[in-house]
């Protein structure tokens, strides 16, 4: 049986960015996974994924994402991909929606630079949005969006150059840990043996982590592209990264929503879709047509600040996020085997810090800590997860 220092089961988005950090530190590593490099199955893909910095979720969150800036140019230099590009964030909601306050308040607390704008200045620099009067924002100009896919193809790549021996198209069937504080995985071609094992397993963590308990609720999501209008005073240009910002808005309770300039030019499409308004799937049974009803109900709250987004449906697809219940990560030593390393349940906002997920499951694999992760935000056990296991037993 082939041996390794880590396993990496799962080289999506954040087993991709691991297996490069081990690799990239002199591990020997093999990289295990059922798709392709790039697949549509999960949640890396749909050609966009914001990156910003004054994060509403919680200022906690901030010195990650500056570590994980750091990375992505990293994999942009090593790869020769280009992926991340800065075309400034606005954040959108009525003056005491967490939208605004909270991205006003992690930018305060850590220095950030920021604009507060009202509804007039929203109008004036972003014509083609319509907020509502009272509405305030942030705008943030380290801010953007980066390429999931690219992201996921060029972490296996510089894995590979690096010397990690990655398997695409090899479903792992099951794991174990064995006398002497190793593990054996097993998959539909072989067995193999490691040190180390870390388990990236997105929306498959409730199969492959049965004996975690884990309360993730696993979530069908839609993100859609339509077509504005091009007329004299709000021009296809003006959808444009060059003139556009991502951006996150929710005024008067109407449902947050997100969204993207046009990165692919007109006839890409203005993407967007609600940040969370799912409905309970798994990965193995969910509905991936995108019904008229949902399309007329994303057609008429994009309207609510795109009031000339109004041309065709481009396109639809649909993908799968993974939610814990306080709606923070899930990364640390698995409770039953400090030989194994978990990330899991990155709730519908985790691809940004993709490159420092990474480096911490690399410093937890190797070293048992990693100066890098919060103490106790991300905990396996933590009393919100705990009380999610308990709810659900009880159910």
Sequence with gaps: MEHYDVIVLGVGSMGGAAANSLAGRGARVLGLETFAPG??????????????????????????????????????????????????GVYIGDPDDVTFTGSRSAAELHGLAHEILDAEEIRRRFPTMDPADDAMAVYEANAGYVRPEETTIANAEVAARKGAA???????????????????????????????????????????????GLPLAIDRMVFYWFAPEDTDRVPYESYSDARHPVYIEETHGNGQIYGFPMTDGPRGGLKLGYFRRGTPTTPQTIDRTVHDDEVDDMRRRALQLFPRLTGELVQAKTCLYSVTPDEHFVIGAHPLHEQ????????????????????????????????????????????????????????
């Design 39 to 88: 697949h549509d199955q999960g949640a890396a893909h749909g050609g966009t994924r914001i990156v910003r910095q004054s994060y509403f979720e919680s200022p906690e969150y901030v010195p990650l994402l500056r570590r994980a800036y750091e990375g992505w140019r990293r994999l942009e230099e090593e790869s020769g991909r280009a992926i991340m590009e800065l075309c400034g």
């Design 166 to 212: 990655l398997r695409f198209h090899e479903p792992v069937t099951h794991w174990q840990a064995t006398p002497g504080g190793g593990v054996e995985v097993v998959t539909t071609r072989g067995a193999y043996g490691a040190d180390r094992l870390v388990v990236t397993p997105g929306p498959w963590a409730p199969q492959i982590l049965p004996e975690l």
């Design 340 to 395: 194994v390393q978990i990330a899991c349940g990155f709730s519908g906002h985790g691809f940004k810090f993709v490159p420092v997920v990474g480096e911490i499951l690399a410093d937890l694999a190797l070293t048992g800590s990693s100066s890098l992760l919060p103490t106790t935000l991300f905990d396996p056990l933590r009393p919100a997860l705990q009380r999610g296991r308990a709810a659900s037993a009880s159910s």
